[in-house]
């Protein structure tokens, strides 16, 4: 039994019917090529627009902190606060610190070594004194109270303190890296800002001290999509805040729990997808100073 050939009017109608099919074929492809460009740059418009939001928000949240100490600055440097007083510097401090939540503790170092610290501690606002003449004496004291501890062993130093060296190299207000506070022995930023009289001397560095905590805690409050996540990185590599990230710590003892805690997170520390993806990006998000 033979087979029927094709006549030339079908041969045409298929090579139009298959032509057809290849140009549609073409045609969605193209679509959807589109359609995915333009998804994946309205993405990245989005991501964009996330990103300033969190630099702007994040600004306006450490704004008050640098504006507070410039304003220490001018009081002192125009007499109308004394450096040298620790009293009135003692009770000024408790006054910012009530007004600013963001604020973990305020503080001047001076030359001599001697140091005025009002903290958030576990009992409410506290106090840290240490006086160098006629002898060396450090007091703790929870304001509002008679309670007064003398600290023996205290061997803190304002002067080797990465907030006080870093404020004698700038005019204006200066922010830390992330590094880990003495007394309440929590990883932060500090905003410094040197004091000097109008002979050029210098009263003493003012330090205002902020938790990454208190960062991490201010990001989960900034609206984000339900899926995203938030990650605030220093120049250097550590994390100043990733808010969704916490550390494992099964079968550990409490002593090591603490440790870990103390300890300041980088990047290089997180093995994500999303921190995988992060990594192919640049640049990240970070706060080297307050304008960036």
Do not use: C
């Amino acid at each position: 039994m033979s087979r029927s050939r094709l006549s030339p009017v079908q041969y045409l109608l298929l090579s139009f019917l298959l032509a057809m099919l290849l140009l549609t074929l073409a045609v969605v492809n193209a679509t959807l090529r589109h359609t995915e460009d333009l998804l994946q740059r309205h993405a990245r418009e989005v991501m964009q627009y996330l990103v300033t939001s969190y630099i702007d928000n994040t600004q306006r949240y450490l704004e008050p902190v640098a504006a507070t100490a410039r304003l220490g600055q001018g009081l002192m440097q125009t007499g109308l606060l004394d450096a040298t007083d620790d009293q009135s510097l003692s009770s000024y401090f408790e006054q910012q610190l009530l007004s600013h939540p963001q604020m973990s503790g305020m503080y001047l170092g001076r030359d001599d070594g001697s140091f005025i610290f009002v903290y958030r501690g576990a009992s409410g606002l506290e106090e840290k004194r240490i006086v160098t003449t006629p002898a060396r004496r450090v007091t703790i004291q929870v304001l509002d109270s008679s309670s007064l501890v003398e600290q023996s062993e205290d061997d803190f130093d304002p002067r080797v303190r990465p907030w006080y060296q870093v404020a004698q190299q700038q005019p204006d207000v200066t922010w830390t890296r992330p590094y880990l506070f003495f007394t309440l022995r929590q990883p932060g930023i500090s905003a410094a800002i040197d004091i000097t009289d109008e002979g050029g001397e210098r009263l003493g560095i003012l330090g205002i001290d902020v938790e990454l905590s208190a960062i991490a805690d201010f990001l989960l409050q900034v609206p984000l999509s339900p899926q995203g996540h938030a990650l605030l990185q220093a120049d250097n590599g550590d994390i100043i805040a990733y808010p969704q990230y916490q550390r494992s710590t099964h079968q550990q003892s409490p002593q090591a729990d603490a440790e870990q805690a103390a300890e300041l997170a980088s990047l290089s520390d997180l093995d994500t997808a999303r921190i995988n993806a992060l990594r192919q990006q640049t640049p990240l998000l970070t706060l080297s100073s307050e304008e960036t």
